[in-house]
């Protein structure tokens, strides 16, 4: 199983970008996608969650600004990030949990760099 992240990139303050992260290869189902993000000298942290029946959680850091969603049939979660600060600047990691046929799997995706910054 592989997640491939995109939509990374360089933003001003107060701008948007979308994030997307496929999940491919042999899949049975996902159960809860997620976004992380690590800023450097930072540990990893959650930025936000959603489980395969679309309940979700955010960071407080990001809620009313970043919007996660996902659509099922694609493998597919979306991160919508909304009035961009600099303190948003980090690796962006998509994570998921895999169940394959026989077991359940934690995958992460290769990261994308969101910069924001005038």
């Known amino acids: 199983v592989q997640l491939q992240a995109s939509g990374g990139g360089l933003v001003q303050p107060g701008g948007s970008l979308r994030l997307s992260c496929a999940a491919s290869?042999?899949?049975?189902?996902?159960?809860?996608m997620a976004w992380y993000r690590q800023a450097p000298g930072k540990q990893r942290e959650l930025v936000a969650g959603v489980t395969r029946d679309g309940h979700t959680n955010y960071a407080d850091s990001v809620k009313g600004r970043f919007t996660i969603s996902r659509v099922n049939a694609k493998n597919t979660v979306y991160l919508q990030m909304n009035i961009l600060k600099p303190e948003d600047t980090a690796v962006y990691y998509c994570?998921?949990?895999?169940?394959?046929?026989?077991?359940?799997?934690?995958?992460w995706g290769q990261g994308t760099l969101v910069t924001v910054s005038s």
């Open positions: 290869g042999s899949i049975f189902s996902i159960n809860t």
């Open positions: 994570n998921a949990w895999v169940a394959g046929t026989k077991d359940i799997t934690n995958y």
